[in-house]
């Protein structure tokens, strides 16, 4: 299903009943991630998904799209949707954009699930990780996102998971080069949000990986003790929901 957000067709989705859980997908991905477990979960909840803009089927919004600009698209479909409140759900950036809807919209939320993200903000290194991601998607995007996308995934388990990242590098290769810059600038120039995570007055969990190549393990301990969050730790890496399905979906079912 589409709606308009400023005139940009959003793509969404609906299904299942039962209270609301919004799922909100990772950098290089679409609602599409989500069909693993959607079945599993849709007994539980109605389950709304959409792809962010200038990724899945979804147009660009900007040339730079900010975590805060992202949080008004989710806040806009959930208007549209007449949706008062929901268990927020986001893997990866798409936790990125949860805090900021956060910081805004606390009162929408009744739970908040950051599956393998984190509050804080580009280390030094990382937004030159960035930078080299911009110069270097005009010149080799494929290169890029079969680099990126391989990356998310434990070394030792990426044979394992050649289809799943095939499928994730296929997909992501037809995502305007355009809505992937804006996504890299909006997570470079993105702010902590740990204080925002502090305060947050509703139900919070991380869900990690143990061997999460991209979210150290040391750093959701700190941030979940300093947050006053939930920690769960799960086998696997930074796709949760790939590599420990049962127990993502076992959780995110009974989180209270």
């Not at 809807?101 to 290194?125: G, P």
Request: charged fraction near 25%.
């Amino acid at each position: 299903m589409i709606y308009h957000f400023k005139e940009v067709p959003i793509f969404y989705d609906l299904t299942g009943e039962g209270p609301y859980m919004l799922l909100v997908h990772g950098f290089l991905e679409s609602s599409t991630i989500w069909s693993t477990i959607v079945n599993d979960l849709s007994g539980s909840y109605t389950l709304v998904t959409l792809d962010l803009p200038g990724h899945g089927k979804s147009g660009c919004v900007a040339e730079t799209h900010s975590m805060e600009l992202m949080a008004e698209v989710v806040h806009s479909l959930l208007n549209y949707l007449k949706i008062k409140s929901v268990s927020l759900v986001g893997h990866s950036m798409g936790g990125y954009v949860a805090l900021a809807f956060a910081e805004k919209y606390e009162q929408n939320i009744e739970r908040l699930v950051l599956l393998n993200s984190t509050t804080t903000e580009d280390s030094a290194d990382r937004k030159q990780n960035r930078e080299r991601a911009l110069k270097l998607i005009s010149v080799n995007k494929r290169g890029l996102i079969n680099m990126a996308i391989a990356h998310l995934f434990v070394e030792s388990s990426r044979k394992h998971y050649a289809s799943e990242i095939a499928g994730l590098t296929k997909e992501a290769i037809t995502f305007p080069t355009e809505g992937i810059t804006a996504m890299i600038r909006g997570m470079k120039e993105r702010k902590d949000r740990t204080r925002i995570l502090q305060n947050f007055r509703r139900k919070k969990y991380f869900i990690c990986g143990k061997e999460d190549p991209v979210v150290p393990i040391s750093t959701s301990r700190e941030i979940a003790l300093i947050t006053d969050s939930k920690l769960i730790i799960l086998q696997g890496g930074h796709m949760s929901w790939l590599e420990n399905k049962s127990e993502t979906v076992k959780i995110l079912r009974f989180i209270e």
